[in-house]
């Protein structure tokens, strides 16, 4: 029970650092943290999904400037709902090497000694030292608590978020876009699964609009905001 504690634990930090630190921060600039705080999380997510910073915010606002037209990156409307859903992290690989797109659309990400030397050339080292971190943690069982770390995000944020939330849900604002509101309350996906809502405003890092609406990633960046590690940019 307590290693299943634990995944679930680490997968949420993960989700937690995607919505936060890639998205809000670093893809749509609507929330600064404290440098520690924004380079602890950039180093969790080269553990535990080997994803690049510039990758992934340039394949984000590509996705932004198409929204569910020819040129958008995963949109089900363009490639299926299913190939989103089961085969996300697929286009999202296939995106990752267009070197001009990644140039042109990632710009402002950071560009610092480890992005150089660690993150960015080695990013698939991280998901390995993940691997043996596990298994001096949890034993043979840390093979299993790897595995989830590695689904984790290709399932809820490039299956769920991208392909379901622009296929199925409610709709607060008719966006030029399909983008919908898969639930009200998104505790499981960081708040991404308000996902017309953040189309409607992506400058927002609040994705919630309704009250009767919860976004636990605006939660978080609040408590942080309260102990000055977070501050929200004003437009």
């Avoid at 180093?43 to 910073?53: A, H, K, N, P, S």
């Avoid at 140039?103 to 030397?117: F, I, L």
Wanted: charged share 15%; glycine share 8%; aromatic share 14%.
């Amino acid at each position: 029970m307590s290693t299943i504690i634990a995944t679930l634990v680490m997968v949420q930090i993960t989700i937690a650092c995607v919505t936060l630190y890639l998205h809000r921060s670093q893809a749509h600039r609507g929330v600064t943290f404290h440098p520690a705080v924004a380079h602890a999380m950039r180093f969790w997510l080269f553990l535990t999904t080997g994803m690049v910073t510039k990758q992934w915010v340039a394949i984000h606002r590509k996705h932004h400037r198409f929204d569910d037209a020819e040129g958008d990156p995963h949109s089900p409307h363009m490639f299926g709902i299913w190939t989103v859903f089961f085969k996300g992290a697929l286009l999202y690989n296939k995106a990752s090497k267009d070197k001009q797109m990644v140039a042109q659309y990632g710009v402002g990400t950071p560009d610092d000694w480890m992005e150089r030397n660690v993150y960015t050339p080695h990013s698939r080292l991280g998901i390995v030292l993940m691997l043996i971190i596990n298994l001096c943690l949890f034993g043979l069982w840390g093979w299993l608590v790897w595995l989830v770390q590695l689904v984790w995000i290709p399932l809820w944020a490039a299956g769920v978020v991208n392909g379901v939330g622009h296929w199925w849900g409610y709709r607060n604002t008719d966006t030029k876009d399909f983008s919908r509101n898969v639930v009200p309350w998104d505790f499981w996906v960081g708040g991404e699964l308000l996902h017309n809502n953040h189309h409607a405003d992506p400058a927002s890092p609040k994705l919630s609009r309704k009250w009767y609406e919860f976004d636990i990633g605006w939660m978080y960046i609040k408590m942080l905001k309260t102990v000055g590690l977070a501050k929200i940019v004003v437009r």
